[in-house]
């Protein structure tokens, strides 16, 4: 058995962190978490307050931190950058904060556990369909550790990616430009790679 084959075997407790995964545990958000939250609060208005407030934050992190500034997947005006960072800046704001860590984590844990691994990328990241739905398409971990600077993470039409929605808008309205995505050529290599 291979270190690497090990490795994956060993899921998540036996892994080593690498750096994409210690810079996304800093990173990535507590959207769904503040909605679960928000299920005490009792009365709906309150919740779909709530519930907006953290699709606005949780946008904040995976469109503006995460793709925007970490991997500058795409380029939009400097004012819109401030706006949607000062989004994000909301998700780490007292208990925002505590849960977003809380919930990297899982993200973390599940997205190199369990799941799909349709890319031969040298580490044990997968791709989690419903984490996913509920990270705003930052679940398709293994596409992203194949394709770091792609814009989109949910690369196949069927694969969910709220990010991505909106990133497409934005591109749409004339407001995101030079948005990455993986190449032909870069697909055919990531697919060919034998360990
Ligand atoms: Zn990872
Ligand atoms: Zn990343």
Redo the contacts with the bound molecule.
């Keep these: 058995m291979s270190e690497l084959q090990k490795k994956r075997n060993g899921g998540f407790w036996f892994r080593e962190w690498d750096r994409?995964d210690v810079?996304?545990l800093s990173?990535s958000i507590g959207k769904h978490v503040l909605a679960v939250c928000a299920l005490f609060v009792p009365n709906w208005r309150a919740f779909w307050v709530a519930v907006a407030l953290s699709y606005l934050t949780g946008m904040g992190v995976t469109l503006g931190y995460?793709r925007l500034l970490?991997?500058r997947s795409f380029k939009v005006p400097k004012w819109l950058e401030y706006i949607i960072v000062y989004c994000g800046l909301q998700a780490s704001q007292g208990m925002g904060e505590m849960l977003s860590n809380h919930f990297t984590f899982f993200v973390n844990s599940v997205c190199h556990t369990w799941g799909e691994r349709p890319w031969n990328t040298r580490d044990t990241s997968t791709n989690n369909w419903w984490v996913a739905l509920l990270s705003l398409g930052e679940g398709w971990h293994n596409n992203?550790h194949a394709f770091?600077s792609s814009a989109c993470h949910g690369i196949e039409w069927w694969q969910l990616d709220l990010t991505w929605e909106l990133i497409k808008f934005l591109e749409m309205v004339g407001l995101a430009k030079d948005v990455n995505l993986p190449t032909e050529a870069e697909k055919e290599t990531m697919a060919l790679c034998t360990n």
């Design positions: 994409v810079t996304h990173l995460h970490t991997h992203h770091p």
